[in-house]
C-alpha cells in the first residue's frame, strides 16, 4: 500500500513545532468530557540562559505548580501530518489509500523535556502575628 505525502512549503521553510514532555498525568477537570480541544493547561514561557553554551530553559506554570524544564534535540525528526482526501465526492468517505494523501503542516525536531517535580508556588499562607498592646506616651 502506499500512502503520498506531499509538503508545499519546501524543506527548509516547514514550521517548526515542538513536543511537551511531562513526567505524570495530566487531568482535566471532568465538566471536559473527553473532548480537549481548546483546554487552556497552564503557561509555557522561555527563561534566559545564563551562557551561550547551556541550554534554553523554559518553565510551565500549571495552577499552582510550576515546572522546570530544558529544550533537548530529537535523535530523528518528526512530521506533523494532516489527512487529505483526493478525487471523489465530498459525501462519500476515502475507500482505499489511493484516495488520501498526506500533507506535512510542520517538523518536530526539538522537545520541552520536564523530567523534575513541580515547585508548589503557594507554600503556606502567612500567620499573622499578634499585636502587643502599646502603653501610650506620657
Same mark, same amino acid.
Given at each position: 500500500?502506499?500512502?503520498?505525502?506531499?509538503?508545499?512549503?519546501?524543506?527548509?521553510?516547514?514550521?517548526?513545532?515542538?513536543?511537551?514532555?511531562?513526567?505524570?498525568?495530566?487531568?482535566?477537570q471532568?465538566?471536559?468530557?473527553?473532548?480537549?480541544?481548546g483546554?487552556?493547561?497552564?503557561?509555557?514561557?522561555?527563561?534566559?540562559?545564563?551562557?551561550?553554551?547551556?541550554?534554553?530553559?523554559?518553565?510551565?506554570?500549571?495552577?499552582?505548580h /510550576? #515546572?522546570?524544564?530544558?529544550? &533537548?534535540?530529537?535523535? =530523528?525528526? $518528526?512530521?506533523?501530518? !494532516?489527512? @487529505?482526501?483526493?478525487?471523489?465526492?465530498?459525501?462519500?468517505?476515502?475507500?482505499?489509500?489511493?484516495?488520501? /494523501? #498526506?500533507?506535512?503542516?510542520? &517538523?518536530?525536531?526539538? =522537545?520541552? $523535556?520536564?523530567?523534575? !517535580?513541580? @515547585?508548589?508556588?503557594?507554600?503556606?499562607?502567612?500567620?499573622?502575628?499578634?499585636?502587643?498592646?502599646?502603653?501610650?506616651?506620657?
Amino acid at each position: 500500500m502506499q500512502i503520498r505525502v506531499q509538503c508545499g512549503c519546501g524543506e527548509s521553510s516547514c514550521p517548526e513545532w515542538a513536543v511537551v514532555e511531562l513526567q505524570g498525568v495530566v487531568q482535566p477537570q471532568p465538566s471536559f468530557a473527553g473532548d480537549i480541544r481548546g483546554l487552556h493547561i497552564g503557561r509555557l514561557c522561555s527563561t534566559p540562559s545564563p551562557s551561550a553554551s547551556s541550554k534554553a530553559g523554559y518553565t510551565f506554570t500549571v495552577g499552582y505548580h /510550576e #515546572l522546570a524544564g530544558t529544550k &533537548v534535540a530529537l535523535k =530523528k525528526p $518528526l512530521l506533523v501530518l !494532516r489527512k @487529505k482526501k483526493v478525487g471523489g465526492g465530498d459525501k462519500e468517505p476515502p475507500t482505499a489509500a489511493a484516495d488520501v /494523501e #498526506l500533507e506535512v503542516i510542520g &517538523v518536530i525536531r526539538h =522537545k520541552i $523535556l520536564f523530567k523534575d !517535580r513541580p @515547585k508548589a508556588l503557594i507554600s503556606k499562607p502567612p500567620t499573622k502575628e499578634k499585636k502587643t498592646p502599646q502603653s501610650p506616651a506620657t
